[in-house]
């Protein structure tokens, strides 16, 4: 904050002292030229008063050249003109050297209307020349001229008090710069990062778009952490819940080998038990690493690019529903019969663009779940079609049902509905995690409606752009 307010003391300062100078400057200049004016006026005055004196006293002695010696004029310049411009005398300078005057304003004026003036500024030191000139009463001219200091003497005269006030300048913006750097940075320093928006009522105008940005930012940063723990937490529950699901079957196998090796189970149809068992724990091995090896492909495809998404998962394509349910419901034909359940499908034309293996993923997980958690006896159907421009999948069944504090639940890893029977009932518990992120990966969104005892029904909605771009595709 010290730097900061250094930077701002020096920005301050520089603004003050700049405008100071401009000030001092333009002022300088303005006063100048007003002086400058007003010695002119004053010595045009003067000269023509003094012109008027010469001009009686040389009409009243009939030798003009000894009244022109004998007149105490300090600082002016007499000159005696003849009607043809030659000079007869002048108080400086050799008449016999002097050039002819009669092309002079002020001379041909003064021949003409009786008397005129004018002013000549030098070309060295901006001094000006005032020539005030009369006509006598025999015809010849009179002129007197007086040096007169010009703009740039003036100005120079002033060089002294001019940087007496350039020195007052830059002491007053120093002292100015500090108070008014504190007196801006001052709210500022009064910012609480934690709670910006509390800072609003006392903070400039110009700083409140600021710390509203602040407060989002840090808000969303909240969040971000919050996700990060629940991402945490949820790797440390999946690691325990992977680690718990993977011994169960392995030491289930390991047993049953480990019993058969020893020739502990010598009758022959033991054996065939024991290897059945085997086998539907391998299975079910099997199934918990494939489940695992799908929900780490698809956060994979979230974390990554499209690149990614389609070297992991696979790239998109018009996926077309009804054909989809069918493929399905050959699969699962069997395991419904086993179950005692009947299973349907009631598909409309829909088609959505998206990848194959997970829309699969998505419906066989929902269909076999329906199976497996339904009373003897049920049913389950799955549908198909377009509602709104949208398509949609649905699998309905009429079995055990879900709690309601459990519908926002029964999508995450390992979480189980029936907890008693759940081991009987097979499953990795990781079905309905991979439907959630198969529809999420497709923008879709998932609908449960459900009663304990009654029944669930779940419908997945993609957007109406999935039908659109499988428009385009086909275009």
């Known amino acids: 904050m010290n730097v900061t307010h250094r930077s701002l003391s020096r920005r301050v300062f520089a603004t003050v002292f700049t405008v100071a100078m401009v000030v001092v400057a333009v002022f300088s200049l303005a006063g100048t030229a007003y002086v400058q004016n007003r010695l002119v006026a004053l010595a045009h005055e003067e000269l023509d008063s003094q012109v008027d004196v010469v001009a009686a006293a040389l009409n009243s002695m009939p030798d003009d050249k000894i009244i022109l010696r004998n007149l105490p004029l300090r600082n002016t310049r007499i000159t005696l003109i003849d009607t043809d411009g030659t000079v007869l005398y002048d108080t400086e300078a050799d008449p016999a050297d002097m050039p002819n005057h009669a092309d002079r304003p002020e001379v041909i004026r003064a021949f003409e209307e009786g008397r005129g003036n004018s002013e000549r500024s030098s070309s060295t030191l901006g001094e000006v020349m005032l020539y005030e000139a009369i006509r006598l009463d025999n015809g010849t001219v009179v002129r007197l001229a007086q040096e007169q200091a010009g703009f740039l003497s003036i100005l120079s005269s002033m060089i002294l008090p001019l940087l007496g ?143 990614v998404t389609n070297s992991v998962l696979g790239s998109r394509e018009p996926v077309d529903l009804p054909r989809m349910l069918d493929t399905v419901y050959h699969r699962l034909e069997t395991v419904a019969d086993v179950s005692g359940i009947t299973l349907a499908v009631k598909s409309e034309p829909a088609i959505v663009f998206g990848v194959p293996r997970l829309l699969d993923e998505l419906v066989y997980n929902l269909a076999s779940n329906a199976i497996r958690y339904n009373k003897p006896n049920g049913s389950v159907t799955m549908r198909c079609g377009v509602e709104d421009g949208k398509p949609f999948v649905s699998v309905e069944d009429t079995g055990i049902g879900i709690a309601p504090e459990e519908q926002d639940k029964v999508f995450e890893r390992f979480y189980r509905v029936d907890k008693s029977r759940s081991k009987a009932r097979g499953g990795t518990g990781l079905g309905l995690a991979i439907v959630k992120h198969a529809a999420m990966f497709h923008d879709a969104t998932i609908e449960v409606d459900s009663a304990l005892g009654e029944g669930t029904k779940v419908i997945v909605r993609f957007p109406a752009e999935s039908m659109l771009m499988e428009g385009i595709v086909q275009q």
């Open 165 to 307: 006030l350039v020195a007052l300048g830059a002491l007053v913006s120093v002292i100015a710069a500090r108070v008014e750097s504190r007196a801006i940075i001052a709210p500022l320093r009064a910012v609480d990062l934690d709670h910006p928006i509390r800072n609003v009522e006392n903070a400039y105008a110009e700083m409140i778009p600021m710390l509203e940005r602040i407060e989002t930012q840090r808000q969303e940063l909240k969040r971000q952490m919050r996700v990060l723990a629940d991402n945490d937490r949820m790797r440390r529950e999946f690691t325990a819940n992977i680690t718990h699901e993977l011994k169960t079957p392995l030491t289930a196998i390991s047993g049953y080998a480990e019993l058969i090796a020893s020739g502990m189970v010598a009758d022959e149809a033991d054996q065939r038990d024991f290897a059945r068992r085997i086998h539907k724990e391998a299975g079910r091995l099997t199934a918990l690493v494939n489940d695992i090896l799908t929900l780490s492909s698809l956060d994979e495809a979230e974390r990554g690019d499209a690149e």
